[in-house]
């Protein structure tokens, strides 16, 4: 695409705007998320934007560009603009930092309804896959991932405690993460793991034969078993490569026991996944406690947000933060 003014560029944006939020007077300087953005429009929008304008950025670059006239400044960019690992969700007055890891996605925007509703007064972050702008090579295991993140966290907060909660895929990650800062005899103050399971091949083989059956008859009902199914929803391709390296990632990482406690959000519809976390779970953490959200695998993130984020907030309540 050849080089736009601000004006093209912001005449180029504005119809799309409209019609991913269904608007038809947008002003330049107006919020998205004032406008009623969420996470899913986010990705609409940015779809929208890479089929129009040739460039391909990420859905949380809403949070650095979040109206019209910022999103076009960055866009007349001639190269590749370069985010942050750690992204500012929420603010707070207080320490500790809570760290957010995604999903298989790579972006933590899907956090956007639940953080929204969090009670807390500490900053919250999320973090951001590597690779999800298009530009860098996305790493295919957790450990990789943990330790790219720990790099990122400690520049924000150099020791713990430290509030670690991980959705999906992340959850593997804040485990290793944990595992290691633990290790090096940093306190972790929360560990909260959010419908997250290792991958099927180290189950045991009773959860293995339950989780088959229970595949078997939702290919039946619906004809997905993904691990983290996004329906209607078409990923960018650097969005894909990130998924496609997550999918590796999870089918390699097998968890150790880890020395402290873990506190697990399941959802309600376990579909595809274990329904028992007590039982894949247990045996690998010196304490282990579950609550149980209403929906499915994306709908606790996606619909039942407020209910998820009800539970996080009491897990940040009680999270201990002495020494």
Excluded at 129 to 147: L, T
Excluded at 252 to 260: A, C, L, T
Excluded at 264 to 272: L, P
Excluded at 291 to 311: F, K, M, R, W
Aim: charged share 20%; glycine share 8%; proline share 6%.
């Amino acid at each position: 695409m050849k080089p736009a003014t601000a004006l093209s560029m912001i005449g180029l944006l504005t119809p799309i705007w409209q019609r991913v939020l269904q608007q038809q007077s947008i002003r330049a300087k107006d919020n998205f998320f004032d406008l009623g953005g969420d996470s899913s429009l986010a990705l609409r929008l940015f779809n929208e934007i890479a089929q129009t304008c040739g460039r391909e950025l990420p859905p949380v670059t809403i949070y650095q560009a979040p109206t019209i006239a910022t999103l076009a400044a960055l866009l007349e960019q001639p190269t590749a603009p370069r985010f942050p690992t750690t992204v500012l969700m929420k603010a707070g007055a207080k320490k500790p930092t809570v760290f957010l890891a995604h999903g298989l996605g790579g972006s933590v925007i899907d956090f956007f309804q639940p953080v929204k509703h969090i009670q807390s007064e500490y900053p919250i972050y999320g973090l951001q896959a590597k690779g999800i702008d298009g530009v860098d090579e996305p790493f295919d295991r957790i450990e990789d991932m943990a330790q790219f993140y720990l790099d990122a966290i400690k520049r924000l907060q150099a020791h713990g405690p430290y509030i670690l909660i991980g959705y999906s895929l992340g959850g593997l990650v804040m485990l290793e993460m944990a595992q290691r800062l633990s290790a090096d005899g940093e306190k972790i103050a929360l560990l909260a793991m959010v419908d997250a399971y290792p991958d099927a091949r180290f189950l045991s083989l009773t959860q293995r034969v339950r989780l088959t059956a229970r595949q078997l008859k939702q290919r039946g009902l619906s004809g997905s078993t993904s691990y983290q199914a996004s329906a209607g929803v078409s990923f960018s391709p650097a969005m894909q490569r990130v998924r496609d390296r997550g999918y590796l990632a999870l089918a390699r990482y097998q968890p150790r026991f880890y020395k402290g406690k873990i506190n697990f959000v399941r959802a309600e519809i376990s579909g595809a996944f274990p329904d028992d976390p007590i039982a894949v779970w247990g045996h690998l953490a010196e304490e282990f406690e579950v609550d149980t959200v209403p929906g499915d695998h994306l709908g606790i993130i996606t619909t039942h947000y407020e209910s998820l984020a009800a539970v996080l907030s009491q897990y940040l309540r009680g999270a201990s933060l002495s020494e």
